[in-house]
C-alpha cells in the first residue's frame, strides 16, 4: 500500500494530471441529475477531480474528504474551507445530508469486504432519498489492456478484487440502493511502459509482489526484455456506477 501522506506531492503528475482529472469528473457528473445541491466526494485525494467537480455547476456546493492529511491539504489548497479529514468507513455527518455522494478510486484500496460493506452504507446512510451514489469499480481489470506487458504480468499473484463490479453492486443493494446506470472514461497518461512498471514493481505497487522478491526479480527481468522501454502502451479505460436511494 501506498503511504499517500509521502505520495501527495507528486501524486497528481504520476495519475495522467487534469486531462485524467477532466475525464473523471466529466464522467461523474453525466451520473449525477442536475439538480444535485450538495455533494460528497469521498477519498478526494489532492481535489484535482474535487475541483473540477465544485466549479463544473454554479448550484453545486461539493465538500472533500480524505482520510490522509497530505492528501486533504492540497485539496484543501484547491478548495479553500470545503475539506475535511475523514474516515469514509465512519463519515463525520448526519443522515440525508448530501444529494449526491462520489467515491473515485477509492473502493479498490480497503483492506476487504467488511471495509468496502462499510463504505457503502456510510454513503448510503448520508444520502438524502433520492440521492445518488457513484464510484468507480474494476480499477486493477482496467489496466489490463492486453498489452505484452500485461502478457509478462499474467501470471503474477493478485489479490482479489475489492471493488468488483458484482460485489459493489451486492453491497449497494444491501443497503436499498438501486441501480442507476453506468459510465466509463480513459485514464489518461496512465498507459504503462516496461521500464515505469519495472519501477512500479520496485516501489511495491504489486501489492503481491514485495520489492526484492525472487518472484518480482523475474518479472522485473521480463519487463526488462521487452521491446520500447519507455513507450506507454494502452490507457486504461475505467468504469463507474451509480445507484439511486429511493425516494420513498
Do not use: N
Not at 36 to 49: E, F, N
Not at 57 to 80: H, N
Request: aromatic share 6%.
Amino acid at each position: 500500500m501506498l503511504d499517500y501522506d509521502k505520495e501527495a506531492d507528486a501524486y497528481d503528475a504520476s495519475r495522467g494530471g487534469e486531462p485524467r482529472a477532466r475525464a473523471a469528473a466529466d464522467a461523474v457528473l453525466g451520473l449525477i441529475p442536475a439538480h444535485t445541491g450538495r455533494l460528497l466526494d469521498l477519498a478526494c485525494g489532492t481535489g484535482i477531480v474535487t475541483r473540477r467537480l465544485a466549479s463544473a455547476r454554479p448550484g453545486l456546493r461539493v465538500t472533500g474528504a480524505d482520510l490522509t492529511y497530505g492528501m486533504a491539504r492540497m485539496a484543501a489548497a484547491r478548495l479553500p474551507g470545503a475539506i475535511v479529514l475523514a474516515d469514509s468507513r465512519r463519515l463525520p455527518f448526519a443522515d440525508g445530508t448530501f444529494d449526491a455522494v462520489t467515491s473515485v478510486w477509492l473502493l479498490h484500496l480497503l483492506d476487504d469486504a467488511q471495509d468496502v460493506r462499510g463504505v457503502v452504507a456510510e454513503c448510503a446512510r448520508v444520502l438524502r432519498p433520492g440521492g445518488v451514489y457513484v464510484t468507480t469499480v474494476d480499477k486493477a481489470a482496467a489496466h489490463d489492456v492486453g498489452s505484452d506487458i500485461d502478457e509478462v504480468l499474467a501470471g503474477r499473484p493478485r489479490r482479489a478484487a475489492r471493488d468488483a463490479a458484482v460485489l459493489v453492486e451486492e453491497y449497494a443493494a444491501q443497503c436499498g440502493l438501486l441501480p442507476a446506470g453506468p459510465a466509463r472514461f480513459l485514464g489518461h497518461g496512465q498507459g504503462r511502459s516496461p521500464r515505469r512498471t519495472a519501477a512500479d514493481l520496485g516501489r511495491g505497487w504489486f501489492t503481491m509482489l514485495p520489492p526484492g522478491d525472487p518472484l518480482t526479480e523475474r518479472f522485473a527481468a521480463h519487463l526488462a526484455a521487452l521491446p520500447d522501454q519507455d513507450r506507454p502502451r494502452a490507457d486504461p479505460v475505467f468504469s463507474l456506477r451509480s445507484f439511486r436511494k429511493p425516494a420513498g
